[in-house]
């Protein structure tokens, strides 16, 4: 019994000395904002920018790509209307040659994705540094105690979305 009555006036006097010596919490306001980061992919001048270069870039090779799509779908159009009159060595010649064209369209159609994903990454990582260093900037002079990135949702007044896009617009 006199075991059990110390150990609580101990955790007793433990609990008003952590009490006494922690500090008072000061009642300010947390001010907290939020950034839609696909907002800023679509309508920062340097993101608008940088997919238009993109699309530049890969139109060459996008185009090629068309081209042989039409032409497989017409060597497609042109065995299938052909067949009964073709011999069987001529209809072997341009399976195989349908084959051998289909096979260098999918590994072309598989680089450019691949080409096309890596410079699409690139751009992004570039502006998501710069967009970054500006929330930051505006964090610090406006002094936010907290920035989310995508969430679910928020409410439009913690939205420092605009805010950024010019920032990004201004060159900061």
Do not use: H
Request: with cysteine; net charge neutral; proline share 2%.
């Amino acid at each position: 019994m006199l075991n059990t009555k110390s150990a609580i006036v101990v955790s007793l006097c433990a609990g008003v000395f952590f009490l006494s010596v922690a500090s008072p919490v000061e009642a300010t306001e947390l001010k907290v904002g939020y950034v839609d980061t696909q907002r800023i992919f679509r309508n920062a001048p340097a993101a608008v920018q940088a997919a238009k270069d993109i699309e530049k870039e890969f139109s060459g090779r996008d185009q090629e790509l068309q081209k042989m799509a039409k032409k497989l779908q017409g060597m497609q159009e042109n065995m299938e209307k052909n067949a009964v009159t073709m011999s069987e060595a001529e209809r072997r010649n341009k399976e195989r040659e349908y084959a051998e064209l289909s096979r260098e369209f999918q590994r072309k159609q598989r680089e450019f994705r691949e080409d096309l994903s890596l410079r699409q990454n690139e751009a992004y990582a570039t502006i998501s540094d710069k967009a970054n260093k500006a929330i930051r900037q505006i964090a610090e002079s406006e002094k936010f105690d907290l920035i989310l990135q995508d969430v679910i949702w928020v409410s439009p007044r913690l939205d420092i979305t605009d805010k950024v896009v010019k920032a990004l617009s201004d060159g900061k």
